[in-house]
Nanobody, 115 residues
Framework: QVQVVESGGGLVQAGGSLRLSCAAS????????MGWYRQAPGKQRELVAL???????NYADSVKVRFTISRDNAKNTIYLQMNSLKPEDTAVYYC?????????WGQGTQVTVSS
């Protein structure tokens, strides 16, 4: 059984910070890549940040410098530290866990940034 569980969303004023967490588990399988995606109302889901098992990262241009993704391999958990948040960061944020044979999504957590 696979579990991908996000936490940490909420409402914050522009310029503020939030930290998202995502824990993934699948007995007997190792996670290759984990990442965060987001989907704003009326828009397609888009990549925010990815992190591999070795710590290599990839960010969307819109969040570079402001967001930091990190990973605790022992806990199969990733984090997204979001600083200097902007109203355009408002979206449902989804965690993604990629195994060698399949990819799994969390249920999503709402992030709302007020102006």
């Amino acid at each position: 059984q696979v579990q991908v569980v996000e936490s940490g969303g909420g409402l914050v004023q522009a310029g503020g910070s939030l930290r998202l967490s995502c824990a993934a588990s699948r007995s007997g399988f190792s996670i290759i890549v984990m990442g965060w995606y987001r989907q704003a109302p009326g828009k397609q889901r888009e990549l925010v940040a990815l992190i591999g098992g070795g710590g290599n990262t990839n960010y969307a241009d819109s969040v570079k410098v402001r967001f930091t993704i990190s990973r605790d391999n022992a806990k199969n958990t990733i984090y997204l530290q979001m600083n200097s948040l902007k109203p355009e960061d408002t979206a449902v944020y989804y965690c993604n866990a990629m195994f060698f044979d399949n990819t799994y999504w969390g249920q999503g957590t709402q992030v709302t940034v007020s102006s």
